[in-house]
């Protein structure tokens, strides 16, 4: 049983250290910049398509935390005042630990579906069930 010991320490040291842990999911930043009193995201899509969730929904959702009008042209957020890409990029990680990741499992892969009015989320990973405590 020593000799084994000896053997797995010595396997433990000739392996090489792991430089870098990347998630599986990883909530994406924004992109843009600001035009007068506007304020541009270029990568609007393509954080929808990450969080594979409607853009409306998430539209929605950043107008109303934002205080903020806005609109979608072509592939751009287009929100009507400057906003700081900090703020934005808070609220995008508060909307997915609320609308994306799972409250048992913490995966990204849910969906969202209504039951009596009442806005759920169902993991395909552990199948569990969640009613949203937020309201958009």
Known sequence: MENYEKLLGRARQKLPEQSKKSERFEIPGVKGHIQGNKT?????????????????????????ELAS??????????????ISSNLINAKIQRYAEDFILCKECNKPDTTLFKEDRILKIKCAACGAKHTVKTKI
């Open 69 to 82: 009008p806005g609109y979608i042209e072509d592939t751009r957020l287009i929100l009507g005042r400057k």
């Open 40 to 64: 541009v995201i270029t990568n609007f899509l393509q954080i929808c398509d990450t969080f594979r969730r409607d853009k409306n929904h998430l539209l929605k959702y950043l107008l109303r």
